[in-house]
Structure formats: structure tokens, C-alpha cells
């Protein structure tokens, strides 16, 4: 439980609103960003005029804003993603002091890739850093970005969506889980997934393609594959599920659609596994309390 975690939520509420501006006044965090002066009078100006709950439109004008939540729900930052054609640009910021070090940073990056490359679909994304900043500099390398230019003011760092794919298949992140999947199911997920439309449906693209690949006989029998029937401990509560296709989804029998929150979030686990994952604006603790039923062990798969 002690591995970084973040999700970076869209919805910007008034209570974000007066955070990032607590954020903006301290000047260690706002040293390294280049119209820090302009964003916090922006903010301001937001909250001066516009007498509503949620903020979200202003804060997505050139480009897409997320608030960045710790597992406990508490905002620790933000990511910017603004998209021109095919490139993306990303600012990062982890706005309060005491989440320096956590490594916060780099679980943010992994983050905004996935929602850059596949809900945005962009070709390449791009992190603009002063020399200065070590903690950035660090962790977009260990991320994987590569340099592209400097100037003495700049260095400019890409990820290529090719890339992300490579590293996310031949390698998982040192703070992730492994699941796995099998031939068969990740064709047909897919397929699913160039079908269907939904803020979520990105979620499940990154996990089929970050899963390590297996044949559908060699499949270890405690990993939750398509149609297995598992009993899920969801923070304090035990749930007994089974994870389908959307076609066969029925809450009332318990019968997840993969492209569902949890559905999604337990696709290719094993027994044992035990990981946050947000669903409803909240991060909740998942973990795979037993597989009761498996297709491929009880030798229902297909070839």
C-alpha cells in the first residue's frame, strides 16, 4: 500500500479553485513555471465572476486541466495537456511542498501518457522543463521521455506514441501490478474498444495493452479472465461479481461489463492482488479476495 498512486480527475470545482491559488503563492512551486503570474490572475478572475459550483469549462480553454488526488482523495496537484494536430504538451505541478520526494510526480506523468495517447490520440507529447528543475528533469527521464532540444532557459523532452507502446508492453512500471490476458480475450477487447464510446473506455484500452499476453491453456487459474466469477473486497465491503462483455452486463445478477469502473479495474488480476483504482470522483482499494470461477480452467476457452 505503499506505492505512489495518483488519478487526475477533469471535474474543477471552487474548493480547486482556492487550492491552486494557495499553491500559486508559494514561490517554490511556481519558480519553474513560465506565466505562473498569469495563471494565478486568471484563477482569481474565475472565481471573481463566475458564482458556480463547478469550474471545469473555464479551466479547459486551450487545452484539457485535471486535478491531480493522492489515494486518500486529497488534490497534491495538477496536469495540463493542450493539443495542437498531433502533438500534446504537458505541465506537471505537485503544488504543495510536503509531496515533494513521494515520487508523486512521476505517477502523474503515467497518468496524463495514457490520457494523452489514448483518450486525446495524440502522435507525441512534449515536456517543456527549466535545467533547473532536477525533481522534473528526473522523473520525465525515468518516464521514458527522451531530449529533443535545449536552449540555456529550456530543455524540451518528447515521448512518440510508438514508444509508449513499446515501453508499456515490454516492460511494466516498477509501481504497477502485472495482469494478464489471453489471446483470445484481447482480440476480442479490441474489437470492443473500436466500437465503444465513454469517457472510461481509454482505461481499458491501456490495460489491454499493457497486459502481458498468454494462451488461453497456459492461463494461470486464479487470474480473472472475460466471464470468470471472482469475490472482490472493495474497500470494507465484499462483492461477488462476474466480468462480462457489455452485451451480458446486469447489475441486479452482479454481472460487470469490462467497460464498467470496476469491470475494467480487475481485468487480468490474480488471487492476492490488491490495488487503488478510481471510480465515482472517489479512490477506493480493491483487492481479488478468490477467483470462483475461471472459463479457461474449467476448459471452456477457445483456441
Excluded at 507502446?165 to 501490478?177: H, M, N, V
Amino acid at each position: 500500500m505503499d506505492k505512489p498512486f495518483i488519478s487526475l480527475c477533469p471535474e474543477i470545482t471552487r474548493a480547486n479553485a482556492f487550492t491552486l491559488m494557495d499553491w500559486l503563492e508559494d514561490e517554490g512551486v511556481t519558480q519553474y513555471l513560465s506565466d505562473s503570474s498569469n495563471v494565478s490572475r486568471f484563477i482569481a478572475q474565475a472565481i471573481g465572476r463566475v458564482q458556480l459550483p463547478i469550474l471545469t469549462h473555464l479551466f479547459n480553454r486551450g487545452g484539457r486541466f485535471f486535478m491531480a488526488f493522492d489515494r486518500h482523495d486529497v488534490p497534491v496537484g495538477f496536469v495540463r495537456l493542450a493539443k495542437k494536430g498531433t502533438e500534446c504538451e504537458m505541465v506537471l505541478v505537485i503544488g504543495n511542498r510536503d509531496n515533494w520526494g513521494r515520487k508523486l510526480g512521476a505517477s502523474a506523468i503515467r497518468e496524463g501518457l495514457k490520457l494523452a495517447f489514448f483518450d486525446m490520440r495524440a502522435e507525441k507529447l512534449i515536456a517543456k522543463i527549466h535545467p533547473d528543475n532536477a525533481r522534473s528533469l528526473k522523473a520525465f527521464l525515468r518516464s521514458g521521455f527522451v531530449l529533443e532540444s535545449e536552449t540555456p532557459a529550456m530543455k524540451s523532452f518528447v515521448m512518440h506514441s510508438e514508444r509508449y507502446l513499446r515501453l508499456l508492453r515490454e516492460s511494466s512500471a516498477a509501481d504497477t501490478t502485472d495482469i494478464y490476458i489471453t489471446e483470445f480475450d484481447k482480440t476480442r477487447l479490441r474489437s470492443l474498444v473500436e466500437q465503444e464510446q465513454g469517457s472510461s473506455i481509454f482505461e481499458l484500452e491501456h490495460e489491454i495493452e499493457r497486459a502481458i499476453v498468454v494462451d488461453p491453456r497456459q492461463v494461470a487459474e486464479d487470474v480473472v479472465t472475460m466471464n470468470s466469477k471472482a469475490l472482490l473486497q472493495v474497500d470494507d465491503a465484499e462483492l461477488e461479481v462476474a466480468l462480462v462483455y457489455p452485451e451480458e452486463a446486469d447489475d441486479r445478477a452482479r454481472k460487470l461489463s469490462v467497460c464498467s469502473d470496476i469491470g475494467t479495474a480487475i481485468l487480468g488480476y490474480k488471487e492476492g492482488d490488491a490495488f487503488n483504482w478510481r471510480i465515482h470522483n472517489r479512490t477506493c482499494h480493491i483487492r481479488i479476495a478468490k477467483v470462483l470461477y475461471q472459463p479457461e480452467a474449467a476448459g471452456h476457452f477457445h483456441l
